[in-house]
């Protein structure tokens, strides 16, 4: 996805585009969006860009990556620097993955330790962090607060690492490139985002690269690349 100032200058069939190419919107650098599924109406509406973007595309191969992602870079038709996402078509459920990407993804991960400030501003409801860790000390203090971090995918576990003796190491690891990626809840997807449009195509391979090999090759069935504004294009496993 792209900012929300780059949204806002969408005509209606570009952000109709969006929609229709993008069904799970994350949240947006500035604030959370909530974006509904598109309507049949609407998505019988497309741009005469997404029409051109599309015929560059053949929806029954599945590229090489080399070939996938010079390809995308050529059909994405965003006015903006688009964001890069991966999905992928999970074989079967797997825990949290931790991810060190060799080059930037775009979006500076914000990482929060709990503490009683911090807590106090989560009682307010106000998020000002992407991952929270906290020590197993401080973990009765966070649970009453389960119910509105939990279907956020922000309260701490265990078995992603969020939960460590440790949290300021992990802080650092986090802030570094590394980046958690998990799974839907009720479905076997995943989304990670893995950098920019202007980023060289060896760096994109790289970041998709490390992806794969930490949330291992055995468990995904398919791979689909797409930018904020383009069609999705399969890769080759």
Do not use: C, W
């Amino acid at each position: 996805m792209g900012s929300m100032k780059d949204l806002v200058n969408l005509d209606l069939n570009e952000l109709s585009d969006v929609v229709a190419e993008n069904p799970v919107v994350e949240a947006l650098e500035t604030e959370e969006v909530v974006v509904a599924a598109p309507s049949r109406a609407q998505e019988k509406v497309r741009s005469k860009k997404y029409v051109a973007a599309r015929s560059r595309v053949d929806r029954t191969r599945a590229y090489p990556l080399d070939e996938a992602l010079s390809l995308l870079k050529q059909a994405s038709y965003s006015r903006f620097d688009g964001t890069i996402t991966a999905h992928i078509n999970l074989i079967r459920e797997i825990p949290p993955s931790e991810v060190t990407f060799p080059h930037s993804v775009g979006k500076e991960t914000r990482v929060a330790i709990v503490s009683d400030e911090v807590l106090e501003k989560i009682a307010q409801e106000i998020i000002e962090f992407d991952v929270l860790l906290a020590t197993p000390a401080m973990m009765p203090k966070l649970a009453k607060y389960a119910r509105f971090l939990g279907p956020r995918g922000l309260m701490p576990n265990p078995k992603n690492g969020t939960v460590t003796n440790d949290p300021e190491a992990k802080m650092a690891s986090l802030q570094a490139g590394s980046v958690i990626v998990k799974a839907e809840k009720k479905a076997l997807l995943m989304h990670a985002r893995v950098g920019k449009i202007s980023q060289s195509e060896t760096d994109l391979a790289e970041n998709i690269q490390a992806l794969l090999k930490a949330v291992n090759l055995q468990n995904v069935a398919k791979l689909t690349l797409a930018a904020t504004m383009s069609p999705g294009i399969k890769v080759q496993l």
